[in-house]
């Protein structure tokens, strides 16, 4: 298990020296904004057999700061309210890279880790009753509709470890959503 967290690390590293170098490192993003704000929601309904329908809200929340040109820091809640049950979190801490490569397109890609009381599943979490950690890899585009607005979509891996060993099972998931610079 420490051979894989130790490789973890490194690519992580690896990931944030990459983007550092990179030439479009001195093109901002989205000219004179310092923050993004991004979101998506999902409403999952779901009926397991022999039992009656949930409905879930599930309310993924971003809030990015741009700490020199593309490198940016986005904090990344996942919140679950079922219906009667307890509240299931996941607070991922990513470092991002966004590349200007026209006056519309921004592709990025972005790596981080984090902690909850779930993981994530159909970008749905659950209370689990245990400390869970995850490690998070991704990449995805976003769309300028404006100045202060994009479309954004991105695709994420996650891993997660739990009570000392990795669960049995990673994710990946796609995600539609929305972006506000200010």
Excluded: C
Aim: glycine share 8%.
């Amino acid at each position: 298990m420490e051979k894989k967290m130790k490789k973890i690390f490194k690519i992580l590293i690896f990931t944030f020296i990459l983007s550092s170098l990179v030439q479009t490192s001195f093109a901002q993003p989205v000219k004179d904004k310092k923050f993004e704000f991004s979101t998506s929601a999902s409403i999952w309904n779901v009926k397991f057999h022999g039992q009656e329908t949930e409905t879930l809200l599930n309310i993924p929340i971003r809030l990015g700061f741009f700490v020199f040109k593309g490198l940016e820091i986005e904090p990344e809640l996942f919140l679950t309210i079922p219906e009667g049950e307890d509240l299931g979190y996941l607070l991922l801490a990513n470092i991002s890279y966004n590349f200007k490569v026209s006056d519309k397109f921004i592709p990025f890609v972005l790596a981080g880790g984090g902690y909850g009381n779930s993981e994530q599943s159909f970008s749905v979490v659950y209370d689990y009753g245990t400390d869970i950690l995850a490690v998070n890899f991704g990449a995805g585009i976003k769309y300028l509709v404006s100045n202060s607005a994009a479309i954004r979509m991105d695709y994420r891996f996650t891993k997660y470890l739990a009570e000392g060993y990795w669960l049995d099972r990673t994710d990946n998931n796609v995600f539609f959503g929305l972006s506000i610079f200010f």
